[in-house]
């Protein structure tokens, strides 16, 4: 079993950026495909950014490329996500999942095994 714990979330005005972090259990974070998705009201569960177990790799929608880095800390098994130059419409709860059998980055929720518990975000024009 992994828990995935999201933290970093709050309200920021556009413009403004947030990190967001994801704590792995620790035994599973090096083998672990790791990504950030997340979901605005009424909407589907979105991808954002993914990462590759080695973290060499990674991978990010279109409406976030430039602006937000996603990342890893293999010492403290968490994952991260740098938020830069947020706009209202990153409106949402975001969410951290984990696929344990392939090395990624992946893009699609379906491929995850694991999600964190999410954590919102809010930004105000």
């Known amino acids: 079993q992994v828990q995935l714990v999201e933290s970093g979330g709050g309200l920021v005005q556009a413009g403004g950026s947030l990190r967001l972090s994801c704590a792995a259990s620790?035994?599973?974070?090096?083998?672990?495909?790791m990504g950030w998705f997340r979901q605005a009201p009424g909407k589907e569960r979105e991808f954002v950014a993914a990462i590759s177990r080695s973290g060499v790799r990674t991978d990010y929608a279109d409406s976030v490329k430039g602006r937000f880095t996603i990342s890893r800390d293999y010492a403290k098994t968490t994952l991260y996500l740098q938020m830069n130059s947020l706009k209202p419409e990153d409106t949402a709860v975001y969410y951290c999942?984990?696929?344990?059998?392939?090395?990624?980055?992946?893009?699609?929720?379906?491929?995850?095994?694991?999600w964190g518990q999410g954590t919102q975000v809010t930004v105000s024009s």
């Open positions: 999942g984990v696929n344990m059998a392939y090395s990624g980055p992946l893009k699609s929720p379906a491929e995850y095994d694991y």
């Open positions: 620790g035994r599973t974070f090096s083998s672990a495909a």
